[in-house]
């Protein structure tokens, strides 16, 4: 009996301690606070689309299907930090770039909007496109040993302009309705698509991190290349390696962005979503100098920030000023989860539990 | 308070999650007095140091200072410095990248503004005084680490301290920068400060020290004056338990009795990191060692047979056979096991757990598609943990959290893992206690008589003696003899570092 309770104290404990316990709080409280002040918050309505499927709509949906954008991007990122203490801040314009090669293979230049090649095709070119810019970024960071931010720098001033010159500066635009459904409904299916596809994405990185030892490498090297050298690892080719699955990613979200348009907007497609991306690694309590990492509380923080981002909406809050009401609760997120103050807390708890022990 | 006490500190508690690291430990330091402050690792030193240093902030007790009435509270590091205790730590603590006037005076003036002028000149007057071979106007990394060493103590003893606190200075300097460190010291003490040093080399506490603190397992062994504690009775009172195998372990282990064949063969070996081509071979069973000054290139050698610097030129030979060892991988894959010199920045990856550590380099031999299971990870770390007598509160536990000696076990139970023919252990003694170090050299030379052929350095002739059958001697970056046999003895390796010619 004794020995019982003792596990369920330092279960409780341990709870608190656990990386995922950040986001996990932070999306309690937002909930809890909607609920509140209108729980009509989470009211979910079924009816039809333009298209004529049933769909359910409703915020819960806005946030499944936008939070999933950010948390493909997110499992990237987390290895990025993870292995070369840095983060990716191209990612938005690469998007434009893979989302510009989608459009490019499958309408073509002054195309009518017909496909002229399968949906597939066009995805695999723009996973090569975005994989090919995750090993530029990857080489500049690992060979040259440039600093994360400044080499993706390039990118991040080029990459759009990049995207508009494969298209020539045209906008072209898929007329197949077959092409919306990434980004849109599947016929029959009333839960969005990125939510599928983003459960697919997660699915095989938990497997690639189960049944390879990619967690491993990719923290050891990020906590201490040297000593990781010396055992045999070649920290260069995984540092390189995380740009590169960063890539892929990127090229997933760049789909669904241009499948949710069938068009693209090279100045506006997927802009400032890196940030969205960093944040969800900060918010799942990830350390942003990198070494350690818990993928799923990265994923987490990403729909917790969508979460908030869609809350802020439905309280009026205007698009112009979304971003410094995100900033309040980032910071004071990000400043609980900071190590300092976690160990105050941890002192605090126990301050209080003694006091309990002795009464 | 005693009229001539600078320090007492009274029935000092701290306990850390899962660790009581004091319990109601008492430390009392006089006035131009160096006070050894001894203890295995573990034993609470460091804890004592950084509750003094404000580093951390001590659960219970009392600090008493001279010239204050009450106990002095010192919750964070810059509290202790105004209170005139100053630290120079083991690892350099100072800022590289600045040049050695600034690292000396940053972070004290009062002032918003600095004088460059005149502080680069009170600089180099503080240098020349104290004989540091450094100008105020270099860049502190163009020194070298001993120089940055001395830097960091000049620094201290400028800020007009009364408890100067040397926390391992000595274990990166070679003799002759010892001495000068001891000059200084006893320098200070002629000036009325009182030193705490702590080390683990005993000829040093016996040359320098006046009083000896012993630790063990965070609790107070007791205080005891020079005299009357002889060697052989400190070393049992740090270890709890009479010393017998200091003297001879070698005669107690077994040589290996397989046949005689060579493990590693090199020729005309030779890496980018400066050392002259050498041969070196070693056979089945044997425990040779590389030996010389700080910098006469022993460690650069093992790298080299390791891979661990590229290598430029030479041919290596495995039981006679060529083989290509381009990168450490490479080195791995034919057996060979490399514990570096460096701890802390080759050896441990901190953030990651003892269980991490343990598999690591076996994992990465296996394959990137094959990694253990949680069970067999734990498996291997739980039994090397046993095997090995490592001291952690579980294997999750992150190694940096260990004690020194801790890691260094860790790191030894990584490569064992990997059931290596042939293991290279550069200083793996270095910093940490006399009860470990014999531990470790007993296991060296178990696994000789188990057919591992083992090199061994070490800063210490006398443990090179005891443990190894062959020595290769080094100076500037060659090798400049061999010695085995009768020939292995302290006043014969000191002629051929010195050089025979002479």
Known sequence: ?359 | MNEHSVLEMKNIHKSFPGVRALQGVDFHLCEGEIHALMGENGAGKSTLIKVLTGVYEKDEGEIYLKGHEKPVVIRAPHDAQNLGISTVYQEITLCPNLTVAENMYIGRGKSKLTNWKKMNEDADRILENLGIPARASQQLSDCSIAIQQMVAIARAVDMDCKVLILDEPTSSLDESEVEKLFGLMRDLKARGVGIIFVTHFLDQVYEVCDKITVLRDGRLVGEYVIEDLPRVKLVAKMLGKEMDDMADIKSEAKPYEGEDEYVIQAEGLQSDAGIKPFNFYIKKGEVNGFTGLLGSGRSECVRALFSADKVIAGTVKKNGKPVKIAKPLDAMKNGIAYLPEDRKNDGIVGDLSVRDNIILAAQVLRGFFRPFSKAEANKFAEEYIKLLEIKTASVDTPIKSLSGGNQQKVILARWLLTHPDYLILDEPTRGIDIGTKVEIQKLVLKLASEGMSVTFISSETDEMIRTCSRLIVMRDRKVVGELSAEELNQAKIMETIAGGDM
Request: hydrophobic share 55%; with cysteine.
């Open chain 1, 1 to 359: 009996m004794a020995d019982k309770k003792k596990t369920m104290g330092s279960g409780v404990t341990a709870i608190f301690r656990k990386q995922i316990f950040i986001p996990i709080a932070a999306l309690l409280l937002l909930a809890v606070f909607n609920l509140i002040m209108d729980p009509s918050f989470f009211e979910i309505s079924f009816g039809y689309n333009s298209a004529g499927h049933p769909v359910l709509t409703g915020n819960l949906m806005t946030i499944l299907d936008y939070g999933s954008e950010v948390a493909i991007l997110a499992i990237g990122m987390t290895l990025v930090t993870a292995a070369s203490g840095g983060q990716d801040i191209s990612v938005g314009a690469v998007v434009a770039i893979a989302g510009s090669v989608i459009l490019r293979v499958l309408v073509g230049l002054g195309g009518d909007g017909t496909l002229q090649a399968p949906i597939i095709v066009g995805f695999l070119a723009a996973c090569g496109a975005a994989m090919l810019c995750g090993a530029f970024n990857g080489v500049l960071v690992a060979v040259f040993k440039i600093q994360p931010m400044v080499a993706t720098l390039i990118l991040y001033t080029a990459g759009r302009s990049i995207a508009a010159w494969i298209n020539n500066n045209e906008l072209p635009s898929v007329t197949d309705e077959t092409f919306t459904y990434f980004g849109g409904f599947i016929p029959g299916i009333p839960v969005p698509t990125p939510f599928f596809i983003a459960v697919v994405c997660i699915v095989i990185a938990l497997l690639v991190l189960k049944f390879t030892n990619l967690g491993l490498y990719t923290q050891a090297v990020g906590i201490n290349a040297e000593s990781s050298r010396l055992n045999g690892l070649n920290p260069t080719f995984i540092k390189w390696l995380t740009f590169v699955i960063l890539g892929l990613c990127v090229a997933v979200v760049g789909l669904i962005k241009t499948s949710r348009l069938s068009t693209i907007n090279y100045s506006v497609i997927a802009k400032d979503i890196e940030m969205d991306a960093i944040l969800a690694v900060a918010l799942g309590g990830n350390v942003l100098s990198g070494g350690k990492f818990n993928i799923m509380a990265s994923i987490l923080g990403a729909y917790v920030i969508q979460f908030l981002t869609t809350t802020l909406y439905k309280f009026q809050v205007s698009s112009d000023a979304l971003p410094a009401y995100k900033a309040v609760v980032v910071i004071v997120l990000v400043v609980i989860s900071a190590p300092a103050v976690k160990e105050k807390i941890a002192a605090w708890g126990k301050k209080v539990k003694a006091q309990k022990g002795d009464a």
